[in-house]
């Protein structure tokens, strides 16, 4: 069963734009892409969530290609409370297993 | 209210004990998820339901028993748990009653569960 997977760490400096990508070449076909951010001892917030091309709203952008297999999640500006682990969520198996990525730990500093 | 609440914040039970999970919402939420999640790895999906019904269970052994009593509350009885269930429990609902949905999820804070 093919994993959802992202890259495990990234650093980034405040002010800086960082892209996460999602590797999920078992997407369901209808499925939509949600994208979360996790902190210590707090359940995942949605980010934003989208099926196709570019999706935009006031945190992040999420760009999507037409092969669908892969997604980037867009942080623009990143500042110090954006260290957190990002996730994306699909559905893949056929639609029937909702699956978290494998997490990607982002490290902003000054 | 936009908020999922999960109590108690901690447990710390013995294998033989048994215990339950809450968790509630008052978002007027139609599906609501219960994951497993262990330290440094992603939630991992262990039940769902959709108009209070179970409509998933991944597998998940039976010392772990759902129950939905109404459409606002959720608990998770466990009993006879082993060392290796330590861990987050997370709790979501979301809008939409299809048992896997595309809706955004509303996460609670999670419980965190310690066995001995």
């Known amino acids: 069963l093919a994993k959802t997977t992202q890259p495990i760490s990234m650093d980034s400096y405040e002010g800086q734009e960082v892209n996460i990508t999602c590797s999920h070449n078992?997407?369901?076909?209808?499925?939509?892409i949600t994208w979360y951010q996790q902190f210590p001892s707090q359940g995942p917030r949605f980010i934003i969530q989208?099926?196709?091309t570019k999706v935009t709203n006031e945190v992040a952008s999420l760009f999507i290609p037409a092969d669908r297999k892969s997604s980037t999640l867009s942080l623009p500006r990143v500042s110090l409370s954006d260290t957190a682990v990002y996730y994306c969520?699909?559905?893949?198996?056929?639609?029937?297993?909702?699956?978290f990525g494998t997490g990607t730990q982002l490290k902003v500093e000054l | 209210d936009t908020e999922v609440t999960q109590t108690p914040k901690h447990l710390v039970m013995g294998m033989t004990n048994k215990k339950s999970l809450k968790c509630e919402q008052h978002?007027?939420?139609?599906?609501m998820y219960w994951y497993k999640q262990k330290a440094k790895k992603p939630p991992e999906l262990m039940f769902v339901?959709?108009?209070?019904?179970?409509?998933i269970n991944e597998s998940v052994p039976s010392r772990f028993s759902p129950e939905c009593p109404n459409s606002s509350l959720l608990n998770l009885h466990l009993h006879a748990l082993q060392p290796e269930d330590s861990a987050l429990y997370l709790c979501?609902?979301?809008?939409?009653?299809?048992?896997?949905?595309?809706?955004?999820?509303?996460f609670g804070p999670g419980t965190r569960l310690t066995v001995l």
């Open positions: 078992n997407i369901a076909t209808n499925d939509y």
């Open positions: 989208g099926y196709k």
């Open positions: 978002m007027g939420h139609r599906a």
């Open positions: 969520l699909v559905l893949t198996g056929g639609g029937n297993k909702l699956t």
């Open positions: 339901y959709s108009y209070e019904k179970l409509s």
């Open positions: 979501a609902s979301s809008q939409d009653g299809l048992a896997v949905s595309y809706n955004e999820q509303f």
